[in-house]
């Protein structure tokens, strides 16, 4: 026994060793190609009747999806006519800010011709009493004032001359208001 056979022997003693290997190489693979079967089968039979289940839904959604675009249409429409009434109704409100205005106007026009008025007299008394009036002054009197001071003048006609406006303490702005006292009263400076 040479070297050689020696070799020979070993070598398909090697030989044989790879192919017993190979063999249960390849049985193992097939057991494991068989379990993977086996679960995809399985998933597979679980998976059929949620198709089937999704299957009849999308059958019973097909006249649902017919009625979407008439709803879509009817949904355009109405956002349609609501932005026409949204314009309309911004029409109505700058109408309305416009009378607005124009009523602020008129207030505005119509307190400076009482101003106006107010001190023309305010002016007027004070030439009459000998007493400079402050132009911005106002004469206001209420129902209590202009009854007190038709009491005192019935009383005193002469001394009402001589009476002076007295000016109330309370103040608007730069606006002064002058009330009447009696006609004792002394001129008090409402600045």
Do not use: F
């Not at 070297?3 to 193992?28: D, M, S």
């Not at 607005?100 to 026009?109: H, I, M, P, Q, R």
């Amino acid at each position: 026994m040479d070297v050689l056979h020696i070799a020979l022997i070993i070598l398909v003693a090697v030989g044989i060793w790879a192919v017993c290997e190979l063999a249960l190489t390849i049985r193992k693979t097939r057991d494991s190609v068989e379990q993977v079967t086996r679960s995809a089968n399985e998933a597979i039979e679980q998976v059929q009747p949620i198709i089937a289940k999704a299957d009849g839904m999308v059958d019973e959604l097909q006249p649902s999806v017919k009625n979407i675009q008439p709803l879509l249409d009817k949904a355009g429409t109405a956002v349609d006519v609501a932005t026409v009434d949204l314009a309309t109704l911004n029409d109505i409100l700058n109408d309305v800010s416009d009378v607005s205005g124009a009523a602020s106007n008129v207030t505005n026009t119509v307190s400076r011709v009482a101003d106006s008025a107010a001190n023309g007299v305010a002016q007027a008394v004070g030439k009459l009493t000998g007493r400079p009036v402050h132009p911005k002054q106002q004469l206001t009197e209420s129902s209590q004032a202009s009854g007190q001071r038709d009491a005192d003048q019935q009383s005193d006609a002469p001394e009402a001359a001589h009476m002076a406006p007295e000016a109330d303490a309370t103040q608007a702005g730069d606006d002064s208001y002058v009330t009447y006292g009696s006609a004792n009263s002394d001129v008090v400076d409402g600045e």
